[in-house]
C-alpha cells in the first residue's frame, strides 16, 4: 500500500501542475475574449473605422457570442474540471 502510494505522489503532483496551467489560460483567454467581445459590441464608441465595413446587427451578435464564450473560459477556469472522471 505504501509503494502505491509513493507511485501516486509525482503524478498527483503533475496532475495539480496541468490544472492551474489549464486555470489560468482559461482565466486569461476568457478575458481576452470577454474584452473582445465588448469592444465589438460597443465598436461605434471607439471610432476604429471597421465599424463602417460591417453591419451593426452582425457586430452585436458577434460580439454577444464572444462575450458568452469569455464567460465560459473564466467559468471553466474557475470549476478546474479537467482531469475528472466523466
Known amino acids: 500500500m505504501a509503494l502505491e502510494e509513493f507511485e501516486r505522489d509525482p503524478q498527483e503532483e503533475r496532475h495539480r501542475g496541468y490544472i ?4 489560468v489560460m482559461d482565466f486569461g483567454m476568457g478575458a481576452l475574449w470577454l474584452a473582445m467581445g465588448i469592444f465589438i459590441i460597443f ?5 476604429t473605422g471597421i465599424e463602417a465595413r460591417f453591419d451593426d446587427v ?3 451578435i458577434f460580439g454577444s457570442i ?3 464564450y469569455g464567460a465560459f473560459r473564466i467559468y471553466r477556469g474557475y470549476k478546474k474540471n479537467y482531469l475528472k472522471e466523466r
Open 20 to 23: 492551474r496551467m489549464r486555470s
Open 66 to 68: 464572444c462575450t458568452v
Open 58 to 60: 452582425t457586430m452585436r
Open 43 to 47: 465598436i461605434k464608441q471607439f471610432h
